[in-house]
């Protein structure tokens, strides 16, 4: 694959959040796509306590090297003291639909 991409991974605790990032992503073309999934539902400690929460997780389709921007941009927006916000490189992908991911996010490096 001649171009690569990446999906970034982060969750937030309202629709109203998950939806401020993913426009900003957009207005800004860090990102090609952003799909946000409700109703997903956490498990983790935090700060001593076992914690069980109800979030939307956000999945970001990018160009590879575009983790630094979305990053900044995510933690700009981002409700939580400590977001998740992970990485993952696809190694393939259908082919126009990662053209497609170029395309969209070449306005603004």
Known sequence: MSKSVQLILTATSTLKNAREIA?????????????ILPDCESHYEWRGKKTRA???QLLIKARLGSFRRIKSLILKAHVYDLPEIL???ADEGHEPYVKWIWDQTAGKK
Request: charged share 25%; aromatic share 6%.
């Open 87 to 89: 990485c993952l490189s």
């Open 23 to 35: 426009r900003l992503l957009l207005e800004e073309s860090a990102a090609a796509c952003v799909s």
């Open 54 to 56: 109800r979030e939307y």
